[in-house]
């Protein structure tokens, strides 16, 4: 079994989410969380997580990070060594990612409220991958100044997947299809 396959047996959607919604957890779509936000679609997760490449050790910032599933799966895939940090912008489920991911035993990663004036957590920077579940209109620059050198960052921007690759001071963009995310926003 391959290592994000892994990370979803070790991870199931279930307990990262709202109870009147964990009987449609294997629904391979989004789900509501409340707050006009979505547990995001098994598939586009796997698609993600893919092309983010996440290897043990790594520091991985978790932007939008909902209910904290996607912030536990990627600490499934950097392992203890490693550091996961996950940002949501509305507080009552930033609280309940965050006992999602406390209950998800694993001590290297976190979830907390973003500050509304800022995107991402920059004090904490730079990061190896970053991981955005929310849709921007342009490519996020404050995130791309937060990775660091050969660091690696997946994001929706206009509906396009991008794989944005940092090296040194210059920036690749990859386009990897098409998908719907719940808009990236500041408060």
């Given at each position: 079994m391959d290592r994000v396959a892994a990370a979803f047996?070790?991870?199931p959607r279930t307990g990262f989410l709202p109870a009147r919604e964990r009987r449609h957890a294997s629904y391979d779509g989004p789900l509501p969380i409340g707050?006009?936000?979505?547990?995001s679609q098994p598939r586009t997760v796997d698609d993600?997580?893919?092309?983010?490449?996440?290897?043990?050790?790594?520091?991985?910032l978790d932007v939008g990070a909902g209910s904290g599933w996607t912030t536990a799966l990627l600490a499934h895939l950097t392992g203890p060594t490693g550091s996961v940090r996950g940002v949501e912008l509305e507080p009552e489920i930033a609280r309940w990612g965050s006992?999602?991911?406390?209950?998800?035993?694993?001590?290297?990663?976190?979830?907390?409220?973003?500050?509304?004036?800022?995107?991402?957590l920059p004090d904490h920077a730079?990061?190896?991958?970053i991981l955005v579940s929310?849709?921007?209109v342009?490519?996020?620059?404050?995130?791309?100044?937060?990775?660091?050198?050969?660091?690696?960052?997946?994001?929706p921007v206009n509906g396009?997947?991008?794989?944005?690759?940092?090296?040194g001071v210059e920036t690749d963009l990859s386009e990897h299809g098409y998908y719907r995310f719940v808009p990236l926003r500041r408060g």
């Amino acid at each position: 079994m391959d290592r994000v396959a892994a990370a979803f047996d070790a991870v199931p959607r279930t307990g990262f989410l709202p109870a009147r919604e964990r009987r449609h957890a294997s629904y391979d779509g989004p789900l509501p969380i409340g707050h006009g936000q979505t547990n995001s679609q098994p598939r586009t997760v796997d698609d993600m997580l893919r092309l983010l490449d996440v290897r043990p050790g790594d520091r991985v910032l978790d932007v939008g990070a909902g209910s904290g599933w996607t912030t536990a799966l990627l600490a499934h895939l950097t392992g203890p060594t490693g550091s996961v940090r996950g940002v949501e912008l509305e507080p009552e489920i930033a609280r309940w990612g965050s006992a999602n991911v406390a209950a998800a035993g694993m001590s290297w990663a976190s979830l907390v409220a973003a500050d509304p004036d800022v995107l991402g957590l920059p004090d904490h920077a730079p990061y190896d991958r970053i991981l955005v579940s929310a849709e921007a209109v342009t490519l996020p620059m404050d995130l791309v100044g937060q990775l660091a050198d050969e660091g690696r960052m997946v994001v929706p921007v206009n509906g396009v997947m991008l794989l944005v690759r940092r090296s040194g001071v210059e920036t690749d963009l990859s386009e990897h299809g098409y998908y719907r995310f719940v808009p990236l926003r500041r408060g």
